[in-house]
């Protein structure tokens, strides 16, 4: 049986930058930040077009977007805990607020202005989409812990 074996990283979200994208009404992002594309891995020109949801994490409950759009599709303010999955596989948490661009008294698009959270508030959310998932997907996060040595040496037979 072939084995391969792929570590995910965190990346840590700058304190004292704003992690910022736009959206269009369907959720494709029409505008990002030089902290976004940097947090995200990607640059600005592979995100423009975009479904938002290209940094989407698996662990991330589906009832949590579903909340986020009818909040806004209302017309109020979302905010939320969000894991992102960055384009090599890794991950950055935040704190993120959704709302509606007014241009003229009239909607035009959604934006989401992001901030970095703590290390015991990504466990504690990590523990409570995990909770969230498993009874509203059935899907269960699986953790492997592997010694250093044995992975290097699984590596090392890889190559
Ligand atoms: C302005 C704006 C920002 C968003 N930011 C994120 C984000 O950072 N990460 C994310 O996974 N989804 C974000 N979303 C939600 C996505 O559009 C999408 O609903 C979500 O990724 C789930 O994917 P799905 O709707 O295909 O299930 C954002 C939506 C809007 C309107």
Known sequence: METSFDTFYETEVPEDELIVSR???SGKITY???TFADISGYEPNELI???HNVIRHLDMPKSVFAGLWETIKNGDVWHGYVKNCRKDGGYYWVYARVSTVMKDGKP???????EPISRK???EMQDLYDKLRSEEEGTTRVVLYIANDKLEAAKA???
């Open 108 to 114: 035009v698009e959604y934006k989401s202005v992001r």
């Open 32 to 34: 990002v930040n030089e």
């Open 157 to 159: 037979l890889e190559e």
């Open 121 to 123: 508030k990504a466990t």
């Open 23 to 25: 959206a269009d009404f």
């Open 49 to 51: 077009g975009q479904p």
